[in-house]
């Protein structure tokens, strides 16, 4: 059963960079298929951000494109999520997410709460 | 960007109800690349359907999706507590993978 959990701090302040790690167990990344980051602001609708596959090749959200880093580390089975130069804008759940075949997704972490304010 | 237009935005039903909820596109979804969300309070959404009609291993029969092009359906043949929740259409036809703003299904 595969399961995804997000960690990383829950305030960020305006300006700085928000960062995300998703530790995944019962699948190793390097197997396959597309990991990946998905928001939701409070009380609104859901966003893709991007994802990533174990050998790196990335696809992001072009609305986020220059603001938003997805790495990955195989051996922690780990995959994380960069989002610079936040605003309150970016205050949102975010979700780490495993891809099914296309870009829907099959699982979903429990989603963590990010608040941006100084 | 492809838009997705959900309606209504909230229903009031009654357990035991059928319940039709429409999730309609700007323009054709990609070969009906359209995938449907459960979502409860706190809770991550919950994959439903996805290719417009496939259902998910484990999700009741009840549930069944339906469409093409631009207009799609999630029906749900007779409502139980438990399916009192938001849902969300996805489309993952084109970039950027886009969701609808969400129907909410409420007890009457």
């Known amino acids: 059963q595969v399961q995804l959990q997000e960690s990383g701090p829950g305030l960020v302040k305006p300006s700085e960079t928000l960062s995300l790690t998703c530790t995944v167990s019962?699948?190793?990344?390097?197997?396959?298929?597309?990991w990946g980051w998905i928001r939701q602001p409070p009380g609104k609708g859901l966003e893709w951000i991007g994802t990533?596959?174990?050998?790196?090749?990335?696809y992001y959200n072009p609305s986020l494109q220059s603001r938003a880093t997805i790495s990955v580390d195989t051996s922690k089975n780990q995959f994380s999520l960069k989002l610079s130069s936040v605003t309150a804008a970016d205050t949102a759940v975010y979700y780490c997410v495993r891809r099914g075949a296309f870009y829907y997704v099959a699982y979903w972490g429990q989603g963590t709460l990010v608040t941006v304010s100084s | 960007e492809l838009v997705l237009t959900q309606s209504p935005g909230t229903l009031s039903l009654s357990p035991g109800e059928r319940v039709t909820l429409s999730c309609r596109a700007s323009?054709?979804?990609?070969?009906?690349?359209l995938a449907w969300y459960q979502q409860k309070p706190g809770q991550a959404p919950r994959l439903l359907v996805y290719?417009?009609?496939t259902r998910v291993i484990g999700i009741p029969d009840r549930f069944s999706g339906s469409g093409s092009g631009t207009d799609f359906t999630l029906t749900i043949s007779r409502l139980e507590p438990e399916d009192f929740a938001v849902y969300y259409c996805?489309?993952?036809?084109?970039?950027?993978?886009?969701f609808g703003q969400g129907t909410k299904l409420e007890i009457k």
């Open positions: 990533i596959y174990h050998s790196g090749s990335t």
């Open positions: 323009q054709s979804v990609s070969n009906n690349y």
């Open positions: 290719g417009a009609s």
């Open positions: 019962g699948y190793p990344i390097s197997s396959g298929y597309y």
């Open positions: 996805q489309q993952y036809g084109s970039s950027p993978y886009t």
